[in-house]
């Protein structure tokens, strides 16, 4: 997963997590994300998840308790 950030899209009034995005990591950096996830969203309200994926292969890239809350284009692209 090198290459890429685990982004969430949060609800500004209580600070849920909406959706889990995905974002290519910004030049030069392997926890900062780009300016657009996958999906074509704007990264800069977001917060940046502190999980990483484990090393397995068939590990999913976002946090198995934000399953249900994966933006699908983001992992149409991730997958």
Do not use: I
Request: glycine share 8%; hydrophobic share 40%.
């Amino acid at each position: 997963m090198s290459g890429n950030v685990v982004v969430y899209e949060v609800d500004q009034a209580d600070g849920s997590v909406l959706r889990v995005h995905a974002a290519p990591a910004a030049p030069g950096s392997t926890s900062v994300p780009g300016p657009r996830t996958f999906c074509g969203k704007d990264t800069f309200a977001m917060e940046t998840a502190s999980w990483t994926p484990s090393a397995d292969p068939g590990a999913a890239w976002y946090p198995a308790q934000y399953g249900d809350r994966v933006c699908a284009a983001c992992e149409d692209v991730m997958a």
